[in-house]
């Protein structure tokens, strides 16, 4: 039987910010050079990684470790979606003035509106109640020991070593680049917001993240969207309570905005993506169906960590994508190719 629609009211959806700040571009750097799995994935060399780590002091790369092991640059993100601030000094200044149970609560994930009481239990110290969050995030990544760390941290010690880290890859990284990395975000921000003014909210926030369609949620109201240079090409996704935030990947023109010849960052990311003999033969299995890493490994011939470097460039470039332990290759990504070429090539300049 067929249902017709009565009324012609629009489907829900949210709100679109977009926001830019050099104290979100200086926490994703962190999380970047301590996330070893997607290093080589990232647009920085690795010369530049290196140059990056030999100009910070030993006291900073033991912060870094720390960093690595309890994933604190997630501390630092949510601590800065709690206030506008413009400078370091205001973000340190923040963090002083936080009490302990105040501290721990911000940097405890939001993991949705059923469990912000066990979050505030948490915060003042709640043993049960940090077990109930391990287990509610325990498909995670990181959530179950990171939310242990925070609830278990000596807050003194915490918030010397939030300040310390923010602190020393601001003066190292940030500062001497400062009006450069300003510039690019300014600009990518402001090329966001001329465009958010002619799409739908689903529509803009796919087309910023390039390939992301977010579907509202229960409870979600806005999407804040913020720009980032180092961590390219990849978005980053967190959750806060009322929003959903994606740290996107700025566009290539906003690094060259005097050239007029710069192709799209995503589209060079794809076609450096499918220069390869091997991945082009992954590419040819997935299109048959999807495949887990065992059976990718076992069907090429070749070792899993190569195999598995592979697929991180693949899905990087956002042609395959992974559900569960599946990868499947992306149908969007290969109807969009042709058209992403012929629009840039045939673009007048």
């Known amino acids: 039987m067929e249902v017709f629609s009565m009324g012609s009211r629009k489907r829900e959806t949210y709100q679109v910010e977009v926001k830019h700040s050099l104290l979100w571009e200086a926490a994703l750097g962190i999380a970047a050079i301590t996330n070893e799995r997607l290093l080589d994935t990232l647009d920085y060399t690795e010369n530049q990684w290196q140059a990056i780590k030999q100009s910070l002091s030993a006291d ?6 720390t960093v ?8 630092i993100l949510l601590l800065l979606h709690e206030k506008d601030m413009d400078s370091l000094q205001e973000f340190n200044d923040f963090v002083n003035e936080l009490g302990e149970e105040e501290l721990r609560y911000m940097a405890i994930p939001y993991l949705g509106k059923n469990h912000q009481e066990d979050r505030r239990l948490a915060s003042q110290g709640d043993r049960e109640a940090v077990a109930r969050l391990q287990e ?10 990171y939310i242990s760390y925070i609830s278990q941290r000596d807050l003194h010690q915490l918030k010397k070593h939030i300040q310390e880290v923010m602190s020393g890859w601001y003066e190292s990284v940030i500062k001497p680049d400062q009006a450069k990395f300003k510039g690019i975000l300014e600009r990518d921000a402001l090329s966001k917001n001329k465009r958010l003014e002619k799409l739908e909210a689903e529509d803009f926030v796919e087309w910023a993240t390039h390939g992301i369609r977010y579907i509202p949620e229960p409870s979600v ?8 240079f180092i961590y390219r090409p990849w978005n980053v996704e967190a959750d806060i309570e009322g929003a959903k935030i994606f740290y996107y990947p700025v566009a290539n023109e906003s690094i060259h905005p005097h050239d007029p010849n710069v192709p799209d960052q995503m589209l060079v990311q794809k076609f450096k993506a499918l220069g390869d003999e091997n991945r082009l033969r992954m590419l040819k299995i997935l299109m048959g169906g999807g495949r887990t890493l065992k059976e990718l490994t076992e069907e090429i011939g070749m070792g899993k960590t190569t195999v598995y470097h592979h697929l991180k460039l693949l899905k990087s470039a956002r042609l395959i994508v992974a559900y569960g332990p599946r990868y499947h290759v992306s149908p969007r990504a290969w109807e969009m190719l042709p058209k992403e070429l012929e629009i840039f090539l045939g673009e007048e300049k």
């Open 60 to 65: 900073m790369l033991v912060h870094l470790e």
């Open 68 to 75: 690595q092991e309890q994933n604190t640059w997630k501390t």
């Open 136 to 145: 509610a995030s325990r498909d995670h990544a990181f959530f179950p020991r």
């Open 221 to 228: 109201y806005k999407v804040i969207l913020i720009p980032h």
